[in-house]
């Protein structure tokens, strides 16, 4: 893996990101395996709402090396900082369908690992869902814990209860917070 000299404002917003993911669904068959699978295009819906709300973004590029194809994934914050990977497969055929059906493998797979993003069958789905609606209500009583402080040290211990991902999500509305307390 190779990044920018810098990662310290991708980290975070990756972080954030990969904590708004669902998995990618299972909505693909593969007829010769009788399975399913997640295709590209579920594992780009997976990331697309995250990445986006979080300054992230991602591209790819395919070459020919040594009758391998070679997909580069490289995922992107706002502030110009990146990471990057390649994968290489081999192509089945010497032909431009087995080319096209090598890289879109390696696209899918590329962004699947770089963006830590699992396929759900649809129970895990709904499994999912629950954690994200588990989530929700969990946000909800932060917030209305903040909205309960009556003092400014009420909010300085409502602060320190929260994990480093939480100041990090609450961080505008407690200056927003402490600006109601102070009379700002």
Not at 41 to 48: E, K, L, N
Not at 80 to 109: F, H
Not at 159 to 171: I, V
């Amino acid at each position: 893996m190779n990044t920018s000299e810098q990662i310290d404002k991708l980290s975070p917003a990756l972080v954030l990101a990969r904590s708004q993911m669902g998995g990618a669904k299972k909505d693909a068959v593969n007829p010769f395996f009788k399975s399913s699978y997640s295709d590209l295009t579920s594992v780009m819906q997976a990331v697309s709402i995250p990445f986006a709300d979080n300054d992230l973004c991602f591209i790819q590029g395919a070459e020919f090396i040594d009758g391998r194809i070679a997909v580069s994934t490289r995922l992107i914050h706002k502030s110009g900082q990146w990471i990057e990977s390649t994968i290489e497969l081999p192509a089945v055929k010497s032909d431009p369908q087995s080319y096209g059906s090598a890289v879109t493998y390696a696209k899918r797979y590329g962004l699947q690992a770089m963006a830590g993003v699992p396929s759900i069958d649809d129970d895990a789905q709904y499994a999912s869902a629950a954690i994200v609606e588990s989530k929700k209500d969990n946000e909800s009583k932060i917030q209305s814990d903040l909205n309960n402080c009556k003092s400014l040290a009420d909010l300085a211990l409502w602060w320190g209860g929260l994990d480093k991902f939480n100041q990090a999500k609450f961080s505008t509305s407690k200056d927003q917070a402490k600006k109601r307390l102070t009379g700002e």
